[in-house]
């Protein structure tokens, strides 16, 4: 199991920007996926950019409404994950939560894909 915890969550204004990050700890196994959700209120947890390793082989793949906007990232070295937000929207208000799950069939930013789960971190734009 990989226990995960976020960090960098907060406020900003409109047009801002924020990066957050998710330290991980614990054994993995290639194919590795790491992806970012987020959950606003009354909504469903929706997944917002994803990242895969296979060795040397990395891939990555975003929602429609962040493409452009956010870039998903790894330290491999460090087992950190980053998403860095720009031109931030009141939209994009929401926990933001980082998952993984190791030995992954296909990139996917479908909840179900992944088992193991950080404790969000809030993320506020106003506008």
């Known amino acids: 199991q990989v226990q995960l915890v976020e960090s960098g969550g907060g406020s900003v204004q409109a047009g801002g920007s924020l990066r957050l990050s998710c330290a991980a700890s614990?054994?993995?196994?290639?194919?590795?996926?790491m992806a970012w959700f987020r959950q606003a209120p009354g909504k469903e947890r929706e997944g917002v950019a994803g990242i895969t390793r296979y060795g040397r082989y990395e891939s990555t793949t975003y929602a429609d409404s962040v493409k452009g906007r956010f870039t998903i990232s790894r330290d491999n070295t460090k087992n950190i994950l980053y998403l860095q937000m720009n031109s931030l929207k009141p939209e994009d208000t929401a926990v933001y939560y980082c998952a993984s799950r190791s030995g992954c069939s296909a990139l996917s930013l479908l909840r179900s894909a992944y088992g193991d789960w950080g404790q969000g971190t809030q993320v506020t734009v106003s506008s």
């Open positions: 614990g054994s993995t196994y290639d194919p590795f996926c």
